[in-house]
């Protein structure tokens, strides 16, 4: 159980291009999802949390108008990348938190590769 | 602030050795603990957690980490190291109420040598 998914694994785009990236929770109803951005070698970033049918809450410094985040179902949280840069370059990662497991517990999507060129 | 520190971001042992790996946290709260794995262009996974019941937490893969509040650690341990061990080791915390944001430490790359 406990299962999250993301689509697509790698993505390659031309700069100035949006990129939407999806998680989805499989097999639990995720009432709140996590963005991270992880860069080679580093630790985890968290980006934004967002909660089923609300406005994200982003953290100190990421722009919420370059990640837009949407989470309109208990299942399912978008991540659009909007006109992309070769800053933008980076391993996305997104996390679910919900029933199962427990709910201080977030598990993990395999990641996103995002290269802009 | 609250804060997660792992002590080595390179830890190297041989196959069979024991498994060390330090975690200190710093919190005014009661922390929740998390240690995680990450493979090469993998998401993480869940080792185990501490989230205030026993101290002495049994994970998965043969690991154990042991919460100690005086010594504000959750060092992870494994008696004998397998070489399907190297990963990536995140350890991370949380905080009860909120929504539960986990601050993670920088990571200890665990390498298993024959």
């Known amino acids: ?117 | 602030a609250q804060s997660v520190t792992q002590l080595g971001s390179h830890v190297s042992v041989s196959e069979g050795a024991l498994v060390l790996l330090r975690c200190n946290y710093s919190s005014s709260v009661p922390p929740y603990l998390f240690w995680y794995v990450q493979y090469p262009n993998q998401g993480l996974q869940l080792l185990l957690k501490y989230t205030s019941a026993a101290t002495l937490v049994k994970g998965i893969n043969g690991f154990e980490a042991e919460f100690k509040k005086s010594e504000t650690s959750f060092h992870l341990t494994k008696p004998s190291a397998h070489m399907s061990d190297a990963a990536e080791y995140f350890c991370a915390v949380s905080f009860s109420g909120g929504y539960n944001k986990l601050i993670f430490g920088a990571g200890t790359r665990l390498a298993v040598h024959p």
Not at chain 1, 27 to 42: E, H, I, L, N, V
Not at chain 1, 59 to 76: M, P, R, W, Y
Not at chain 1, 82 to 91: G, L, Q
């Open chain 1, 1 to 117: 159980g406990a299962v999250v998914s993301q689509h697509p694994s790698r993505v390659i785009c031309k700069s100035g291009t949006s990129v939407k990236i999806e998680c989805r929770s499989l097999d639990f109803q995720a009432t709140t999802m996590f963005w991270y951005r992880q860069f080679p070698k580093q630790s985890l970033m968290l980006m934004a949390t967002s909660n089923e049918g609300s406005k994200a809450t982003y953290e100190q410094g990421v722009e919420k108008d370059k990640f837009l985040i949407n989470h309109a179902s208990l299942t399912l949280s978008t991540l659009t990348v909007t006109s992309a840069h070769p800053e933008d370059s980076s391993f996305y990662i997104c996390s679910a938190r919900g029933a199962s497991g427990g709910a201080d517990t977030q598990y993990f999507g395999p990641g996103t590769r995002l290269t802009v060129l």
